[in-house]
C-alpha cells in the first residue's frame, strides 16, 4: 500500500480527533517507533500496516471497519486537494458517469509513475433503465476496501458536482459467486437524476433516455459523423442487444443503389465499411466468402481477389484501404458479431509469432484475454461496459516469442442491422524503455499515429521522476530527522549556524534564573538495582521534567547523571525568567513523585536549587560541540541545590527579590536563615511555595497537570534485561571458564604451571557455584552467563598473575633450548 494512503489516515485522525489518538492508535497497531508524519507518500508499505491502523480506529472510535473505510474515502479527496492535485481531480470528467469511467485511467497513469508493486482497484460504470447507474468494483485484495470507493464517490459527488447520491450495494465481489461488488448509484432528488450523465448548464428536462439523443453514424476509420436526424426520411430506432447504443434503418431513396454482387463480394466485415438497411440485405450474414477452402458464406472468392476489390471499393468511395488501415492501425483487429477475427494490422502477427492467414476467421477470445478489467468477457454486455474504457489484454498462443507482452486498446463500435462489427485499435504496452526492450521491440514498431511514443517518453520520464521525488522524500525525512535532533541538544540560532559553517559567537545575558536538581539517595539506589532500572527510572523523570520545561518555556541545558539543570532567560531574554523557573521547580517536586524507586517501590525524593544572575553562554568543543553556561550564578545555584532539602525548593536572595517584585502574591516566600556554602559563607535563603493565587501551580493547576504527565509525558518502560541461558551444566561452565584464561601449549608449559591453572579454576569453579570445593558442587545449579563473567572477572588479578607465570615460563624454556 502506498505511504499515500497511511499519511492521509494519520491526517484524517489528527483533523477529526486529536495527536494523543493518533498515538494510541499507533500503540495499538504496533507502530508506536514511527514518528509523527513519518510515513514516506511514495514509498510502498505492507497491507497490514493500513489494516492494523483501521483496526485501530475502529476499536477506538467505536465505529465498524466499514464506516471507518468510508470516512476514510470521503477525507483522501480533500486530502489529495491539499497535495495539489485538484487540477486532475477536477478534469476526470463533465458527468459524474464520465468522472467514474476515468477512474481506471487515472489509475493506470498512477501505476506506470510510481512503483510497480502497486495494486489498483478497476472500475466501470453502465446506464439503468431507470437513468440511474452502476458502478462495478473489482480488486485483487477482494471488497474489504469496497467502502473505500463508497466514501470517495460520495464526497467527489458533492464536491464536484453538487450531487447528493445514494449509492446501494447490489452484489459484493466473493459472495454468492459474485466477481465484483456493485451499486446502484441514484440522487436522493429525483429531478436531479439527469445531472449523473449531463453536463451542469444542459438544456433543461433532458432526461437520460437514449431515445432522446440524437444517434450520430460515426466511421470506426477516419472519425467522421454524420447525425441521422438531420437526414430526411431516416428512421432511428435503439436495440440493447447491440453492442452499440443503437441501430439505424434508411430508405432505398436516400441512398445510392450500390450493386449487391461488389457488395457480397468486397464488402465484407473485414474490410470494415457501412452499408445502410436494405430491404432483404444482411450485412454480417449475407456477406460470407471462403478462404483457404473453408466455406465461410455464400460466395466462393479467393482472399487476395477479395483484397483487392475492396481496395477498388474503398477508393472509389474516397475511404481507406484495408492495406491503409493495416499500416496506420498496425495493432488492430476487426472482429464481426459472432467475435470472430476478421482483419489485424500488418505488425499484429509479428509479435503473436503467428501468420495473418491463422489468425482470420479465429475466435477473439482464442487469442487474446482480457488482465484488466480482471472479470471481463468477450460478450456484447462486457464490450458495452467497456465503450468508454482502455481496457488490457494479453495474448494466449502458446508460439507468441515474448510472454511479457501485453497489449493495451480501445474499441469502436459500428453500428449494423442485426449485431455490430468493432474495431479493436491495440498497441503494446510498455511502461519505460527498458520494458520496451524487453519486448524485442523499438519506438518505430509503435504507431506513428497517436501519443503511444510520446507515452513511452513521458512514462520514462515520469518514473525517473517519482524515483527522484522519492529518494528525495527520504533524504527531506532524515534531514528534518537531524535538524530537530540537532536543535534538541542546542539551541537553534547555536544549530543554524553550526549548520552553515558558521562560527557560533557566546552570549552574555544579564537577567537569568538557573534550575538544579539531584535525586537523593541515588548513589546507594543504584548500588542496589541493575543499569536496565536505572535507565528506566532517570528516563521516567527526565521525561516529566523535559515536558514542564517545555510548557513552562524553559531551556534544557544538560543532564549528568541524576543531576538536571536547565534555565530561563537564555539563549532568549525572558523578563518572567524567575516566574518561569519557580513554576516550573514546584511543578517538578509535586511530578516526580509518579516516579518510584526501583528497590521499595517508594516515590523518590528531589532536591533542587534556583538562583538568579548573569551568566555566558557558548558551543564549546569541536568533535563534539556542546552548549555551555558559565558564570558565578551556575556555581550558586549548585549550592543552593546540594544544601537544601528533600521536598523543597530552595532558592535564592535575588530570586526572591524577582518573584516578590513580579508575582506578588503568587508564591508564598519563607527564609530559611543563614545557610552556609562552599567558597559563599553565610547566605541568606528562602523556601518557595505556591498560593491558590497562581493559576499554574495551584492545588487545581497540578491535578490538571497529573493527568496531563500521566497521560502524555510519562515515558512507558522500554529497557529490559535480556534473559539468558542459564549455565547448568559443570562441563558447559568448564568450557566456559576455559575460554577466559590464556590458552595454554600444553608441550612446553611446566607442570607447576598446569597445576596453577587448575588450581584457579578450580577457585573459579567454587566462586561461581558459591561452594568450597567443585566435588561438591551439584549439576542442577544454574547461573546466567551474565553472572558467570561478573563473578569470573573478580579473579582478574589471578589471570594476569597466571598469564605473566606462563610467559616466564616460556622464555625460560626457550633459554634452556
Known amino acids: ?384 461496459k467497456l465503450q468508454d474504457q482502455e481496457f488490457i489484454l494479453e495474448c494466449t498462443l502458446s508460439s507468441m516469442p515474448n510472454d511479457n507482452m501485453v497489449f493495451k486498446g480501445t474499441w469502436i463500435p459500428s453500428a449494423g442491422p442485426d449485431g455490430v462489427d468493432a474495431l479493436l485499435v491495440l498497441c503494446p504496452d510498455a511502461k519505460n524503455l527498458d520494458e520496451l526492450r524487453a519486448m524485442n521491440l523499438t519506438l518505430s514498431d509503435l504507431p506513428a499515429h497517436g501519443a503511444y511514443r510520446d507515452a513511452v517518453f513521458l512514462r520514462e520520464h515520469l518514473s525517473r521522476q517519482m524515483n527522484n521525488a522519492l529518494q528525495m522524500e527520504k533524504l527531506s525525512k532524515r534531514l528534518v530527522t537531524e535538524k530537530m535532533l540537532l536543535e534538541s541538544l542546542l539551541p537553534i540560532h547555536a544549530a543554524e549556524g553550526l549548520r552553515r559553517g558558521q562560527e557560533v559567537k557566546p552570549m552574555i545575558h544579564n537577567s537569568v534564573t538557573m534550575f538544579f536538581s539531584d535525586i537523593v539517595g541515588f548513589t546507594s539506589i543504584c548500588k542496589e538495582i ?59 517536586q509535586h511530578c516526580c513523585r509518579k516516579v518510584v524507586s526501583p528497590i521499595d517501590k517508594q516515590p523518590i525524593h528531589l532536591r533542587i536549587g534556583i538562583h538568579s544572575g548573569e551568566a555566558a553562554s557558548g558551543i564549546v568543543g569541536v568533535t563534539n560541540p556542546r552548549y555551555c553556561v558559565f558564570g558565578d550564578t551556575v556555581n550558586t545555584t549548585a549550592r543552593h541545590e546540594s544544601t537544601g532539602e528533600p521536598g523543597r525548593v530552595h532558592c535564592s536572595r535575588s530570586t526572591m527579590m524577582e518573584l516578590k517584585s513580579k508575582a506578588s502574591g503568587q508564591f508564598k516566600i519563607s527564609a530559611r536563615g543563614m545557610v552556609e556554602m562552599k567558597g559563599k559563607g553565610s547566605v541568606p535563603t528562602y523556601w518557595v511555595d505556591s498560593t491558590d493565587e497562581n493559576k499554574w501551580t495551584c492545588t487545581r493547576a497540578l491535578l490538571e497537570l497529573d493527568e496531563v504527565i500521566a497521560k502524555n509525558a510519562l515515558p512507558a518502560r522500554k529497557w529490559v534485561q535480556k534473559k539468558t541461558q542459564p549455565y547448568s551444566n559443570r562441563r558447559t561452565m568448564k568450557t566456559f571458564l576455559l575460554n577466559q584464561f590464556p590458552r595454554m601449549n600444553t608441550k612446553r608449559d611446566t607442570p607447576s604451571l598446569k597445576n596453577k591453572t587448575v588450581e584457579s579454576l578450580n577457585k573459579a569453579m567454587s566462586i561461581l557455584n558459591d561452594s568450597g570445593q567443585e566435588e561438591n558442587v551439584s549439576p542442577s545449579v544454574a547461573l546466567t552467563r551474565s553472572e558467570a563473567i561478573a563473578l569470573v572477572a573478580r579473579s582478574r588479578k589471578q589471570r594476569i598473575e597466571l598469564a605473566m607465570q606462563q610467559t616466564q615460563a616460556i622464555l625460560a624454556a626457550k633459554v634452556k633450548i
Open 1 to 384: 500500500m502506498l505511504g499515500w494512503i497511511n499519511d492521509c489516515m494519520e491526517k484524517l485522525v489528527l483533523h477529526k480527533f486529536d495527536l494523543a489518538t493518533w498515538h494510541a492508535m499507533k500503540e495499538k497497531a504496533g507502530l508506536s517507533d514511527l514518528k509523527d508524519g513519518g510515513f514516506l507518500k511514495l514509498e510502498s508499505y505492507p497491507l497490514n500496516t493500513t489494516t492494523d491502523l483501521v483496526q485501530a480506529a475502529s476499536d477506538l472510535s467505536g465505529l465498524t471497519i466499514p464506516q471507518v473505510y468510508e470516512a476514510f474515502g470521503e477525507f483522501f479527496v480533500p486530502y489529495i486537494i491539499d497535495e495539489g492535485y485538484h487540477n486532475l481531480l477536477c478534469c476526470q470528467g463533465s458527468t459524474l458517469r464520465d468522472w467514474m469511467s476515468n477512474i481506471n485511467a487515472i489509475h493506470q497513469h498512477l501505476q506506470n509513475t510510481f512503483p510497480k508493486s502497486m495494486t489498483m482497484p478497476e472500475f466501470w460504470c453502465e446506464n439503468n433503465s431507470d437513468g440511474s447507474l452502476r458502478l462495478f468494483y473489482y480488486s485483487a485484495r477482494g471488497s474489504f476496501l469496497a467502502p473505500f470507493a463508497v466514501g470517495l464517490v460520495r464526497e467527489v459527488a458533492r464536491f464536484q458536482f453538487d450531487l447528493d447520491i445514494i449509492m446501494t450495494q447490489v452484489t459484493t465481489q466473493g459472495v454468492d459467486g459474485s466477481r465484483f461488488t456493485s451499486w446502484n448509484v441514484e440522487t436522493s432528488d429525483p429531478e436531479d437524476m439527469h445531472k449523473l450523465t449531463t453536463k451542469v448548464g444542459g438544456r433543461e428536462g433532458l432526461k437520460n433516455d437514449p431515445a432522446n439523443f440524437p444517434i450520430p453514424l460515426k466511421c470506426p476509420i477516419t472519425g467522421m459523423e454524420i447525425n441521422l436526424d438531420d437526414v430526411p426520411g431516416m428512421v432511428v430506432s435503439t436495440s440493447r442487444g447491440s453492442l452499440c447504443s443503437g441501430t439505424t434503418q434508411t430508405s432505398e431513396e436516400n441512398f445510392p443503389t450500390w450493386s449487391k454482387k461488389v457488395s457480397q463480394e468486397a464488402d465484407r466485415p473485414g474490410n470494415c465499411t457501412y452499408h445502410p438497411q436494405q430491404e432483404g440485405y444482411d450485412q454480417l450474414s449475407s456477406c460470407r466468402t471462403t478462404i483457404s477452402g473453408k466455406v465461410w458464406g455464400d460466395c466462393h472468392l479467393d482472399y487476395g481477389r477479395s483484397m483487392t476489390i475492396a481496395h477498388q471499393s474503398y477508393v472509389e468511395r474516397g475511404g481507406l484501404s484495408a492495406s491503409d488501415v493495416k499500416t496506420i492501425f498496425p495493432y488492430h483487429v476487426l472482429i464481426d458479431s459472432n467475435f470472430c477475427i476478421q482483419q489485424v494490422g500488418k505488425e499484429l502477427p509479428k509479435v503473436l509469432g503467428a501468420s495473418e492467414i491463422n489468425l482470420f476467421n479465429n475466435e477473439i477470445d482464442d487469442i487474446f484475454e482480457f488482465v484488466k478489467p480482471k472479470p471481463a468477457k468477450w460478450t456484447r454486455s462486457w464490450l458495452r
Open 530 to 588: 541493575s543499569p536496565w532500572q536505572v535507565i528506566d527510572m532517570l528516563n521516567q523523570l527526565y521525561g516529566i521534567m523535559d515536558f514542564l520545561a517545555g510548557k513552562f518555556k524553559l531551556f534544557k541545558v544538560e543532564t549528568v547523571g541524576d543531576a538536571y539543570v536547565c534555565a530561563s532567560g537564555l539563549p532568549t531574554s525572558d523578563e518572567n525568567h524567575a516566574i518561569n523557573v519557580a513554576n516550573f521547580a514546584i511543578a517538578v
